[in-house]
Each structure stands twice: as structure tokens, then as C-alpha cells.
């Protein structure tokens, strides 16, 4: 399988690959909107939003 990545390398020469970025972000999102009892909303938002990302790509 071929490696997708989210980023350019950072200051320290390293990618960020897809996956793992999307599994962070998954991960931030549903923390941060847990404090508002939204976790499960935040994440369903996070999804379409990269989901309407990657069709503009397209």
C-alpha cells in the first residue's frame, strides 16, 4: 500500500501520515467537545468535513 501523507515534512524532516493525523485530530475534536457533552457530534462533523476535503481534490 502507498503511503498517504497529511503534511510536508516538519521542522525536523518528518511527514506526517495521513492516518495517524486523522486518528489525532479524530482524537483532539472528540476531547475538546466532550467538555460540552458533543463528543460523538464533533466527530461526525470532523469526518464530513474532511470527507467534502478530499472531493474538492477530486
Known sequence: MTDLYAHTPNDKGEWHKLDKHLNDIDEMTQDFAN?????NLAYWIKTWHDLE???ASS
Open 35 to 39: 467538555k460540552f457533552s458533543a463528543g
Open 53 to 55: 476535503k478530499s472531493n
